[in-house]
């Protein structure tokens, strides 16, 4: 090879691969995993269960660089992922998807070394769902690509319970249920003021396929399931009365953002950022779309709170023991 | 023949190679880790109900 051949050689830096595991979606996978391995109760060591997170952590970024790999063309139409490694041309999608392969085999081989092969296997099923079903399949055909990949991201604290009792009870199932009806509410949220984005890039977003309209009716109707699955575990001896008040309150609170949402316009012009053609910030929206916005905010503090307060009540028993 | 790089590809291949390596040594002590871990639980077991950690040899 000579010098003049040598651009054709890589320049992708160690960040590039770090952020093909999606570093954001990665701290709310080890939260909610770690709440699920908690809860759970069981008496593991601290040890295998920090090894236990890393590997349900690895394996969800696995699924993210699947994902980056596999959707470089589409990400880069797209100002939230135009900056993706792989969209922005700073690494190949065969390297991506070459290092999602190891990481997932690692990340699932590991765990089950470490834990049991339930967790394995529910880890293994995560991937695949996330990476083939909703990447591959799902995404492009139906704008129910939300509402059934959600579970993609529902998963972790099954897994996380899995790997402390080496079982998946209905408990851990409820935490489950809880990830994938917040889904369609906080995608749909944000859907709205980024449709313009998703109609470039073909998807088939519920605002692009059916209209602002029914999709903020859907978000209301999904929000009164979701609040009260979300207060159940508060009902069902899961949670004590921190995670009742926190369930309870918090969810008056997002009924009444995805009622205003309803009374809306939001999704009916096009987004701030189309309209005034600049780059614009996740929160930088018009005026008529912010009921959006606040809700998509409010959905990520909410679940957030939700799964801290579930952490919070298990430690305070710990310490009363 | 010889491969000439640039200096910007030869820090990010250094970069990159620094990062396996310490990649690949992760891996390794998870690996000591658990495999020591599981020694550990499954000795406790053994001893909690009664049987013999190791048979005596001859």
Known sequence: MTQADAPALSTTQPEDFFQLLKPRVMSLVIFTAATGLVVAGADINPLVAAIAILCIAVGAGAAGALNMALEGETDALMRRTRGRPVAAGRLKSNDALIFGVVLSIFSVMLLGMNTNWTAAGLLLLTIVYYAVFYTLMLKRRTPQNIVIGGAAGAFPPVIGWAAATGDAPWQAWLLFLIIFLWTPPHSWALALYSTGDYAKAGIPMMPVARGAKSTRLQILIYSLVFVPVAIAPGLTGLGGPVYLAVSGLGGLLFLALAFRLWRSRAGDQPDKAEAVGREAALYDVRAEAKPARNLFAFSILYLMALFAALLVERFASFGAA | ?58
Not at chain 2, 20 to 28: D, P, S
């Open chain 2, 1 to 58: 023949m010889p491969t000439y790089l640039t200096p910007e590809q030869l820090t990010a291949r250094n970069r990159r190679s620094l990062w396996i390596a310490l990649g690949l040594v992760g891996f390794i002590v998870l690996i000591f880790l658990t495999t020591f871990l599981r020694m550990q639980s499954n000795l406790a077991e053994r001893k909690a109900m009664n049987v013999p950690v190791a048979e005596a040899t001859r």
